[in-house]
């Protein structure tokens, strides 16, 4: 059985059941700021493929924001690496990211 627990699975581990009651209740308050900064991603790959700094600047969001939803929303099948790497803010190279397509094709 996992150690880790979660509000929704479909987000990912949120907290282990070692976590002290602070942590736990961290993890309560992010779970429900996931599905919108979720949403404000998705809106901002509709413009076209992106850079995680480019995808924050598009959304509104911070690149911390942005960064820590990547992994799970690849995961879930709502976003894919396009194989290309662009030149963030700092000049390093970021992967980027597009939409994924209901039918699994891509989206531009």
């Not at 599905?35 to 598009?58: C, K, N």
């Not at 894919?80 to 699994?104: C, F, W």
Request: proline residues 4%; contains cysteine.
């Amino acid at each position: 059985m996992s150690d880790y627990y979660s509000q929704n699975p479909d987000y990912g581990p949120l907290f282990r059941q070692t976590d002290p009651s602070t942590s736990r209740a961290a993890a309560v308050a992010v779970a429900d700021c996931i599905g919108t900064h979720e949403a404000q991603i998705l809106e901002a790959l509709e413009l076209g493929p992106a850079h995680r700094d480019l995808i924050a600047a598009r959304a509104g969001m911070t690149r911390d924001e942005v960064w820590r939803r990547l992994a799970a929303m690849e995961r879930r099948r709502l976003i894919r690496k396009t194989g290309r790497q662009a030149r963030g803010d700092s000049g390093h190279l970021q992967a980027v990211y597009e939409k994924e397509a209901t039918d699994g094709t891509q989206t531009r």
